[in-house]
Nanobody, 126 residues
Framework: QGELVESGGGSAQAGGSLRLVCVAS????????MGWFRQVPGKEREKIAF??????????ADSVKGRFTISQDKDAPDDTVYLQMNSLKPEDTAMYYC?????????????????WGQGTQVTVSS
């Protein structure tokens, strides 16, 4: 059974940047869809970005479009994606979770996800 490990969270000032990393290791098959959700206490987990590693198709929630960029590290030995977060806002403060699954097409935002990382906290101060 594989696992997802996130890193790169932390604190930033509004307008600043952070980069999150997610590594999918130990899986028998590649995770063609990889992405990020975020959650704040008392609210549902919100999907924010996905990438289909087959053709690099990406999807973003309106709340992060134009500020966040998801990308794949094609040179990494395991399936690895980054979430570059620029122009951070206080409302981006949340626990960020990586997720991944196999897929035969790139409409990653529409799938149900069962595998999750442990989460990494992002805190943005004004």
């Amino acid at each position: 059974q594989g696992e997802l490990v996130e890193s790169g969270g932390g604190s930033a000032q509004a307008g600043g940047s952070l980069r999150l990393v997610c590594v999918a290791s130990g899986y028998v098959y590649s995770r063609e869809c990889m992405g990020w959700f975020r959650q704040v206490p008392g609210k549902e987990r919100e999907k924010i970005a996905f990438i289909y590693t087959g053709d690099q198709t990406s999807w973003y929630a309106d709340s992060v479009k134009g500020r966040f960029t998801i990308s794949q590290d094609k040179d990494a030995p395991d399936d690895t994606v980054y979430l570059q977060m620029n122009s951070l806002k206080p409302e981006d403060t949340a626990m960020y979770y990586c997720t991944a699954r196999t897929a035969r097409h790139g409409d990653c935002s529409q799938f149900r996800y069962m595998d999750w990382g442990q989460g990494t906290q992002v805190t943005v101060s004004s």
